[in-house]
């Protein structure tokens, strides 16, 4: 019998350990001293809410999965139907190769072919590394086409500290957020400063409702999440390519409301095909690179 999640692949450094499974390259879990800094799907089942899941070749929605590129117009179908979007990629629910594993790294590989909607041809990898500092991923893709493809990445982790994210202290050092719509689409990018969703210094998330992208995101910024009564914590320090992070506290989630915190890291927010925000353009043999580490807060 084959299991919905495909292969499980585990690797481990010091006090730190991952699975990375086949299908959608997706980040199961990663723990430090047995204590959960990622919520994942259980062992062998599909990747439900988007634990842990690649986004390629582009991140979040896509309105009514419809976009202008190059002169040309594109209809992708429409993979969140109730909403009437195109979400979070092509490489979600897909089997992708092992290229490596050893003790510490996982490299997985998909060919991602032409198709309704993306007639372009990527060659994607998911590259996971752990080490003394963490998790570390990077997201990377080739043109292998002959034009010009439209091009965005990131990883929907759900980061925890073992309780609700109410409680928790938040900080997020991104100068700028987006509006959202009932239907899952950012306005335009306004200064955090003076809002309720500021969370550049740490403070508690309370009842806030966010599923909210932030940008004027720096390489090496530290989003963290932590817990002030037992000061157990989790950060993601976003690097190359990282300019985004979506943040999200999962009230849509039926049973799970509120549990962990979605901290994504982004090549752009969502619905850049059409507005063109940080959209990549990569031409025919072209590539590019997207980091981001993943660790314990240190104390916690």
């Not at 990883?155 to 509006?179: I, K, N, Q, S």
Request: net charge negative; with cysteine.
């Amino acid at each position: 019998m084959r299991a919905a999640a495909g292969l499980p692949l585990s690797v481990s450094h010091g006090p730190y350990q991952a699975e990375i499974v086949t299908v959608g390259a997706c980040l199961r879990t990663l723990t430090r001293d047995g204590v959960d800094l990622v919520a994942g799907s259980e062992p062998g089942e599909m990747c439900r809410s988007a634990r842990g899941a690649v986004l390629m070749p582009w991140p979040n929605r896509i309105a009514d999965g419809a976009y202008d590129f190059a002169g040309s117009h594109y209809q992708l179908p429409l993979s969140e139907p109730a909403k009437h979007n195109a979400i979070h990629g092509l490489a979600h629910w897909v089997a992708w190769e092992v290229a490596e594993h050893t003790a510490d790294r996982v490299v997985l590989t998909y060919e991602l072919q032409p198709q309704t909607g993306y007639p372009f041809a990527l060659d994607l990898t998911a590259d996971y590394r752990l080490g003394d500092d963490g998790l570390t991923t990077t997201l990377s893709a080739t043109n292998v086409g002959s034009t010009t493809a439209p091009y965005g990445a990131g990883l929907h982790p759900y980061l925890t500290v073992g309780r609700r994210v109410d409680e928790c202290l938040l900080t997020v050092p991104a100068t700028t957020w987006c509006e959202m719509s009932e239907r899952g689409h950012a306005g335009p990018a306004e200064p955090v400063a003076g809002t309720a969703y500021d969370f550049r210094e740490p403070r508690p998330i309370g009842d806030i409702v966010l599923d909210h992208p932030y940008g004027g995101v720096v390489d090496g910024a530290t989003a963290t999440l932590v817990d002030p009564d037992t000061g157990r914590g989790v950060s993601l320090t976003g690097r190359e390519g990282i300019g985004w992070l979506h943040v999200f506290t999962g009230d849509t989630i039926k049973g799970r409301e509120r549990e962990a915190l979605a901290v994504e890291p982004t090549t752009a927010p969502p619905g850049a095909y059409n507005s063109g925000v940080d959209l990549v353009a990569m031409a025919p043999g072209e590539s590019h690179r997207a980091t981001f580490t993943i660790a314990a807060v240190t104390g916690s």
